[in-house]
T-cell receptor, first 111, second 110 residues
Framework: DQQVKQNSPSLSVQEGRISILNCDYTNSMFDYFLWYKKYPAEGPTFLIS?????DKNEDGRFTVFLNKSAKHLSLHIVPSQPGDSAVYFCAASGSRSKLVFGQGTRLTINP | DAGITQSPRHKVTETGTPVTLRCHQT?????MYWYRQDPGHGLRLIHY???????DKGEVSDGYSVSRSKTEDFLLTLESATSSQTSVYFCATSAENEQFFGPGTRLTVL
């Protein structure tokens, strides 16, 4: 029973273009959402988050959008850079102390 | 970054042997977590801790136990390792919303 799903295992994008990573959730009690980035042989690092009271949060090249009615969130990276190549995990929380993670999407930025 | 270290970073062991992984933090964060990462499954929570001697099970806790006798240390024990426990294990800590992850331990059970 996967409460948080990332349906695209991989995504390939041209350098300079926009990368859009998607995430769906099923639990309506989730009220806080996060994106993590992971390089090989390293632990995940926090990227950006959004509370359910907002529908958009922006931090430099990274923007997260939340559509509560569709139970869907997305991460936009623009412009995409080679250093953005990594695995991206979305995560959701209904209590501040626990997160539920999606399966991850491997993003590859091509020169 | 929160100061989180994991030891060992790599371990190869045999089926049936006990294994203990250690997580150490220097940030005095209240919450600590153990996850495993497997292809197609993302990060799955094994056990977590709200404080010293206060722990609870996550979604994949069978075959694992934990202990937290000090704020800075969180131990994960596989009482009798099985091949299905071959994985990469991550420790994390948090004070509020975001969790900070350690570098991971790659465990292979033969």
């Amino acid at each position: 029973d996967q409460q948080v799903k990332q349906n695209s295992p991989s995504l390939s994008v041209q350098e300079g273009r926009i990368s859009i990573l998607n995430c769906d959730y099923t639990n309506s009690m989730f009220d806080y959402f996060l994106w993590y980035k992971k390089y090989p042989a390293e632990g995940p690092t926090f990227l950006i988050s959004i509370s359910s009271i907002k529908d958009k949060n922006e931090d430099g090249r990274f923007t997260v959008f939340l559509n509560k009615s569709a139970k869907h969130l997305s991460l936009h990276i623009v412009p995409s850079q080679p250093g953005d190549s990594a695995v991206y995990f979305c995560a959701a929380s209904g209590s501040r102390s626990k997160l539920v993670f999606g399966q991850g999407t491997r993003l590859t930025i091509n020169p | 970054d929160a100061g989180i270290t994991q030891s060992p970073r790599h371990k190869v062991t045999e089926t049936g042997t006990p294994v203990t992984l250690r997580c150490h933090q220097t940030e005095n964060h209240r919450y600590m977590y153990w996850y495993r990462q497997d292809p197609g499954h993302g990060l799955r929570l094994i056990h977590y801790s709200y404080g010293v001697k206060d722990t609870d099970k996550g979604e994949v806790s069978d075959g694992y136990s934990v202990s937290r006798s000090k704020t800075e240390d969180f131990l994960l024990t596989l009482e009798s390792a099985t091949s299905s426990q071959t994985s990469v294990y991550f420790c994390a800590t948090s004070a509020e919303n975001e969790q900070f992850f350690g570098p991971g331990t790659r465990l292979t059970v033969l």
